[in-house]
């Protein structure tokens, strides 16, 4: 385990070094990712200026809503595991696109490592401290500008827990690519798969309730991402879903082992690319 500890660390300088070579295209990256996430608070500020909240209803009645704060917050919660992602796991993407259908994957197999985590690790994303800081920036804008009767309902001791079941909302992001992306041992390529379930995560920066039961189901059990936002972030402001945390671990878990399984019988189905 220490020996993959530093061959990370040596992939990181390595990816710092190209970094300095190449500083605007560093910029431009996380540009490009700040404006994204402002288009899309903006469309969420319009929505929120036309209604007062989010409500959820059943048989015509409200039983729950979501002021704007609330759902900022939810959004902004959903960018701090996605960004922790793409910041250190984002090469898996080129599996699926390019790396399988050219051959390239058998310089993986002649190196002495594991090559799901050369693969995971060869790459360190930087443009996605741009996911980061946004995320981070709307958890502490919306907490300061929220009333006060729904700031008072926030207890943060439950930071704790909730901070500890992150790295397993990492997991499910990166299981999620890692299985999809090791379909392309067999179809060669498989990106576009990876990303029709990887947008999945986009139900999940809002309220899980609005969406009907077959959404629900499918952002929660199958392609879980509603564990990395929804659930722990509406933990925190309202200590709702306490379920949700040790689901959180235990679907990680399960993800990653089949995940790795996936993994293992796609190297095993491997053919390089012929001359």
Same mark, same amino acid.
């Given at each position: =385990?220490?020996?993959?500890?530093? #061959?990370?660390?040596?992939?990181?300088?390595?990816?710092?070094?190209? #970094? =300095?070579?190449?500083?605007?295209?560093? #910029?431009?990256?996380?540009?490009?990712?700040?404006?994204?996430?402002?288009?899309?608070?903006?469309?969420?500020?319009?929505? &929120? +200026?036309?209604?007062?909240?989010?409500?959820?209803?059943?048989?015509?009645?409200?039983?729950?809503?979501?002021?704007?704060?609330?759902?900022?917050?939810?959004?902004? &919660?959903?960018?701090?595991?996605?960004?922790?992602? %793409?910041?250190? &796991?984002?090469? $898996?993407?080129? =599996?699926?696109?390019?790396?399988?259908?050219?051959?390239?994957?058998?310089?993986? $197999?002649?190196?002495? *490592?594991?090559?799901?985590?050369?693969?995971?690790?060869?790459? &360190?994303?930087?443009?996605?401290?741009?996911?980061?800081?946004?995320?981070?920036?709307? *958890?502490?804008?919306?907490?300061?500008?929220?009333?006060?009767?729904?700031?008072?309902?926030?207890?943060?001791?439950?930071?704790?827990?909730?901070?500890?079941?992150?790295?397993?909302?990492?997991?499910?992001?990166? /299981?999620?690519?890692?299985?999809?992306? +090791?379909? /392309?041992?067999?179809?060669?390529? /498989?990106? %576009?798969?990876? %990303?029709?379930?990887?947008?999945?995560?986009?139900?999940?920066?809002?309220?899980?309730?609005?969406?009907?039961?077959?959404?629900?189901?499918?952002?929660?059990?199958?392609?879980?991402?509603?564990?990395?936002?929804?659930?722990?972030?509406?933990?925190?402001?309202?200590?709702?879903?306490?379920?949700?945390?040790?689901?959180?671990?235990?679907?990680?878990?399960?993800?990653?082992?089949?995940?790795?399984?996936?993994?293992?019988?796609?190297?095993?189905?491997?053919?390089?690319?012929?001359?």
């Amino acid at each position: =385990m220490r020996k993959y500890f530093k #061959l990370h660390r040596i992939f990181i300088a390595q990816d710092l070094k190209k #970094l =300095m070579e190449y500083k605007v295209d560093f #910029l431009m990256g996380a540009i490009g990712f700040v404006l994204v996430q402002a288009v899309k608070i903006l469309t969420l500020g319009i929505i &929120f +200026a036309s209604i007062p909240a989010l409500a959820y209803k059943v048989n015509g009645q409200v039983v729950d809503s979501w002021t704007f704060n609330e759902v900022l917050f939810i959004y902004g &919660f959903s960018l701090i595991p996605k960004g922790i992602d %793409h910041l250190l &796991f984002d090469n $898996l993407w080129g =599996m699926g696109y390019w790396v399988v259908a050219k051959g390239d994957f058998d310089k993986y $197999l002649t190196r002495p *490592v594991n090559s799901w985590f050369y693969v995971l690790t060869e790459k &360190f994303c930087v443009d996605a401290f741009g996911d980061l800081f946004v995320g981070i920036v709307l *958890v502490v804008y919306s907490v300061l500008s929220m009333p006060a009767d729904i700031a008072a309902n926030i207890n943060w001791f439950r930071l704790i827990p909730v901070a500890f079941v992150i790295p397993f909302a990492v997991m499910i992001y990166t /299981s999620v690519k890692t299985a999809t992306a +090791a379909i /392309s041992f067999w179809t060669k390529r /498989s990106g %576009h798969i990876t %990303h029709m379930c990887y947008m999945t995560n986009e139900f999940a920066s809002y309220p899980a309730k609005i969406y009907n039961n077959v959404v629900k189901t499918i952002i929660t059990y199958i392609l879980p991402f509603a564990l990395t936002a929804y659930y722990p972030a509406i933990y925190l402001l309202r200590g709702e879903s306490v379920w949700s945390l040790p689901v959180t671990i235990g679907v990680s878990a399960v993800l990653f082992f089949i995940s790795q399984l996936v993994w293992k019988l796609g190297e095993k189905a491997y053919e390089s690319a012929g001359s």
